[in-house]
């Protein structure tokens, strides 16, 4: 029941023509491929860079730390007397 049949993508089909015409359709599926082949560059584009930092970041940690060790004991707070 999920899958649509052949008669199903006609009568889309028809309506999508009868509500925007037939010249504006071609312009629209245009407009959508360009969409996405920039929309697949920004991606590739993205996961280059985090390719990028997550190296940099390896390279970081190997390397001698810049913030001093913290105490192995912390400070705790003294505890509150019972009234």
């Keep these: 029941m999920g ?3 052949p008669w ?3 009568i889309v089909l ?4 009868l509500l925007f015409g037939s010249a504006k359709l071609p312009a629209a599926a245009r407009g959508l491929g360009r969409s ?5 560059s920004e991606i590739q584009e993205m996961q280059n860079d985090g390719s990028k930092t ?3 970041e390896a390279a970081r940690e190997l ?3 810049d913030e001093p060790i913290a105490s192995p004991n912390p400070v705790t707070p003294p505890d509150k007397k019972s009234a």
């Design 36 to 40: 996405m082949r920039i929309f697949k």
């Design 54 to 56: 997550e190296s940099g």
């Design 63 to 65: 390397s001698a730390p």
């Design 8 to 10: 199903h993508w006609a």
């Design 14 to 17: 028809l309506v999508l023509v």
């Design 3 to 5: 899958a649509m049949s």
